[in-house]
């Protein structure tokens, strides 16, 4: 069973590794987690993409959540906001594409363009 | 919604967006009484009367980028579908509590789904706001994040050691309370 004493260790361990969150502008990746996202599997992806960007311990690469995108019927959406780009839009999201939107695009700066927004309404008329 | 686990993360979300610091989430089966009732409370911003009348309705939100708002619609009709019912309480400037209750046998109540898994999200998604979390069916189990951030001192809930351990701590403690099948 698993006690909270064990933060205690984990404090300890960790307290040295911590870096000061930098200042200024690094990359925002946003979830939509309104009713209509969570509803459509937000979570899952969500989490996904937390541990993807802890397990390569990318810096000054942040994961948040916001409201309402507004494109309820493509949820779950992820946006990425990368400093002085356009953001690029991600729809139905799930957690198996987390990977390589994280590897090609957040790692190497080359947007999957199939899982965006503009590809999904090109090919879906 | 599929499972209730997702309907605590849609409300807690209100909860959060009327500036809550502390939010309460309790969550009690009873065979007995044939219930199964969820109760979400909130130090939050509250609402008026006239706004809590109108709450349960899909054309009301808060929003202003469109007229709907289905988390509190859709929770009510997943209640009644049972014969529960869904009742709020709010006051302005002291916060909202929402209960729901569900006949617990009822062949349309939700199931469960990952309760640890909302509460993981909503602990480290929201690290300025605390969640006290309660289960009691077979056992009882707590949860206060005040406490797991007091044993962290300036560790953040985020390093990814602490989210790993969170998600284990609720898996283990909620699996000790519901059993490892579903209910």
């Not at chain 1, 509803?39 to 959540?65: H, I, S, Y």
């Not at chain 1, 198996?96 to 790692?107: L, P, S, T």
């Not at chain 2, 709010?90 to 006949?103: D, P, Y």
Request: proline fraction near 4%.
């Amino acid at each position: 069973m698993k006690s909270l004493q064990e933060l205690e260790a984990i404090r300890n361990k960790t307290l040295s590794e911590i870096d000061i969150r930098k200042k200024g502008e690094g990359t925002r990746i946003v979830v939509g987690m309104a009713t209509c996202g969570i509803a459509a599997g937000a979570r899952p992806v969500l989490t996904a993409l937390v541990d993807e960007v802890a397990k390569r311990k990318l810096k000054n690469v942040t994961v948040t959540q916001t409201g309402c995108i507004g494109a309820c019927r493509l949820e779950p959406i992820v946006e990425v906001f990368e400093p002085g780009k356009e953001k690029v839009t991600y729809v139905k999201v799930n957690p198996d594409m987390v990977g390589r939107i994280v590897a090609e695009h957040i790692v190497n700066g080359n947007p999957v363009t199939e899982y965006t927004i503009g590809y999904h309404e090109e090919n879906t008329k | 919604m599929r499972d209730i686990s997702l309907h605590i993360l849609d409300i807690a979300e209100n909860s959060i967006r009327a500036g809550s610091s502390l939010v309460r989430i309790g969550l009690h089966a009873d065979k007995e009484r044939d219930e199964l009732k969820l109760v979400i409370g909130d130090n939050g911003c509250g609402m008026s009367k006239e706004l809590l009348s109108r709450v349960k309705s899909p054309f009301t939100t808060s929003r202003t980028t469109r007229k709907v708002g289905l988390g509190i619609p859709l929770l009510a009709a997943n209640c009644e579908a049972t014969g529960g019912r869904l009742d709020i309480e709010s006051e302005i400037g002291k916060g909202t509590t929402l209960t729901a209750v569900f006949q617990f046998s009822h062949i349309d109540r939700p199931p469960l789904g990952d309760i640890a898994e909302t509460l993981a999200t909503l602990t480290i998604m929201n690290p300025s706001v605390d969640f006290v979390f309660s289960a009691k069916y077979n056992e009882a189990f707590d949860y206060d994040t005040r406490q797991i951030k007091a044993a962290l001192g300036d560790v953040p809930v985020t390093q990814p050691d602490v989210m790993t351990f969170i998600r284990e701590y609720l898996k283990e403690g909620i699996k000790q309370v519901f059993g490892g099948n579903e209910i």
